[in-house]
């Protein structure tokens, strides 16, 4: 079957610790995005890759770090530099970068910094 | 700038009908994107519209209006699993696959 995956469901990390969630995928598909969900609010961009080996900056990408080096994996890094990691991330991908291609989400990653 | 919004909660009683608006403002605008997300879940995708009028699926319709900055999720025959947030989407004109989404309206179907 045909989706994406990403893990841990959930994840719990001290104050201080660096932290990787996976996303893969094997849908073919050229682009991939990183959101962050917070309780009653949508999804804000972190990261984004259109190509392999090649990533560009989302709306809020401070503390947060990617690679690109397969087409199927686009691995998050959650770094002790950002103040407020605990929230719901979600890995997402489409066919291509064209918008009327859809954006299908994984089963997200919740994370929680104790 | 980019800006989606929409209302926080809503709430309508099983059987009924109810429509979810967003309005948008875009400096450049593709589409506009429709989600279902059930609580602790990821986000399903409902609806796409690029051009102005209606596209209807089953239960769920969705309008867009460009000249607005308006659209909206019309639900019908409502039932209780229909209880999620619905999340509207749109990408402006870069051209990258880039959705700037509203905070969600949060939909309680009631017996």
């Known amino acids: 079957d045909g989706g994406i995956t990403q893990s841990p469901k959930y994840l719990f990390r001290k104050e201080g610790q660096n932290v990787t969630l996976s996303c893969e995928q094997n849908?073919?598909?050229?682009?991939m995005y990183w959101y962050r969900q917070d309780p009653g609010q949508g999804l804000r961009l972190i990261y984004y890759?259109?190509?392999?080996?090649?990533?560009q900056k989302g709306d809020i990408a401070e503390g947060y770090s990617v690679s690109r080096e397969k087409k199927e994996s686009f691995p998050l890094t959650v770094t002790s530099a950002q103040k407020n990691p605990t929230a719901f991330y979600l890995c997402a991908s489409t066919d291509s970068s064209h918008l009327r291609d859809t954006q299908y989400f994984g089963p997200g990653t919740r994370l929680t910094v104790l | 700038g980019q800006n989606i919004d929409q209302p926080t909660e809503m709430t309508a009683t099983e059987g009924a009908i109810v429509q979810i608006n967003c309005t948008y403002q875009?400096?450049?605008?593709?589409?506009l994107f429709w989600y279902q997300q059930h609580a602790g879940e990821a986000p399903t995708f409902l609806s796409y519209?690029?051009?102005?009028g209606l596209e209807e699926k089953g239960r769920f319709s969705s309008f867009l209006s460009r000249s607005k900055g308006y659209s909206y999720l019309l639900l019908k025959e409502l039932q209780m699993k229909d209880s999620a947030s619905y999340l509207c989407?749109?990408?402006?004109?870069?051209?990258?696959?880039?959705?700037?989404f509203g905070q969600g309206t949060t939909l309680q179907v009631k017996p």
């Open positions: 519209n690029v051009l102005d």
């Open positions: 890759s259109q190509i392999v080996n090649d990533f």
């Open positions: 849908l073919n598909h050229d682009a």
């Open positions: 989407a749109g990408e402006g004109s870069s051209n990258t696959g880039k959705l700037i």
């Open positions: 875009t400096s450049g605008f593709n589409g």
